[in-house]
């Protein structure tokens, strides 16, 4: 038993290895700093959150599983691993070499693709992933040693005011307040946001409506000072596996039974971003 404990324990120190131990951090539940203290993380007020030897900290109170699930992170990896979004990593990684100092925060990081990637090219930043879904963390400490991940709400960040040097928010909502509290006045967010044409193809197959992003420019417009902003735009053509992932893996096919029919008609995609750097 006692041999049992102790490799758990050494797994679980494996995972904290990977966690900024400055004083950063704050309690999801009375909002008190936190330090890292054994496995845990505690606060003054001693509320403590375990690491867990699978790989993560768990910081939400009460957690519901969401809408999105297992099989739609699975299909992104595959999505993702097959080249789609290189160019889209590519333009994130020149802003972040550009506006990005120590900590960097993917907020809503899914399977955790661009953080993974990123350490690889600058190994001296801490990049957390942060995603209110456990079924995407599991998946991203499978695929990610050496990042540190945490099932979390971006309604309520677990770190301080201004520990933060840059916020990546990709295709996912924003708390601009939030955001801001934990960037300080000098820290930069790099909001992602679909363009028109971003999966066309699956909008027409479903006839769903034309897609503007007018409305989400302006909301970051009023609530942030835009600095940069970069445009992605790709089509590629698509094998019946890759047409699969792409339906299995936007929300767009939620409410969508996905056919054989629906796969064979979907002969290619279009990634069309726009990047946007934000300041306070």
Do not use: W
Not at 166 to 184: D, K, M, Q, S, W
Request: charged share 30%.
């Amino acid at each position: 038993k006692l041999r049992k404990y102790r490799g758990v324990l050494m797994k679980i120190e494996n995972v904290i290895k990977k966690f900024n131990r400055k004083k950063i951090y704050l309690c999801p539940k009375c909002l008190s700093e936190s330090c890292i203290e054994n496995i845990s993380l505690v606060c003054g007020t001693n509320h403590r959150y375990d690491f867990s030897k699978k790989g993560y900290i768990h910081l939400i109170n009460n957690y519901k599983p969401t809408k999105y699930s297992e099989e739609l992170f699975m299909a992104r990896n595959e999505v993702f691993s097959n080249g789609f979004y290189t160019n889209v990593l590519k333009s994130i990684q020149d802003l972040v070499e550009k506006y990005a100092k120590d900590v960097v925060l993917d907020i809503g990081c899914g399977e955790g693709y661009y953080i993974k990637e990123l350490k690889t090219v600058f190994p001296e930043k801490y990049f957390y992933g942060l995603d209110n879904s456990k079924d995407a963390i599991e998946l991203a400490v499978k695929e990610d040693k050496l990042n540190p991940y945490m099932v979390a709400n971006l309604a309520n960040l677990p770190f301080k005011d201004g520990s933060v040097s840059c916020i990546l928010n990709i295709l996912t909502p924003a708390n601009y307040e939030e955001f801001f509290r934990v960037l300080g006045d000098d820290g930069y967010l790099i909001k992602i946001i679909p363009n028109a044409n971003y999966l066309r193809e699956i909008r027409e197959l479903i006839g769903g409506k034309e897609y503007t992003n007018s409305d989400t420019v302006k909301l970051i417009e009023d609530n942030c000072t835009v600095v940069d902003r970069i445009t992605v735009n790709d089509t590629f053509k698509l094998s019946k596996e890759q047409a699969e992932n792409f339906l299995k893996m936007t929300p767009l096919t939620f409410s969508k039974e996905i056919t054989d029919s629906d796969i064979d008609q979907l002969k290619e995609i279009t990634i069309d971003l726009e990047l946007l750097v934000c300041r306070k």
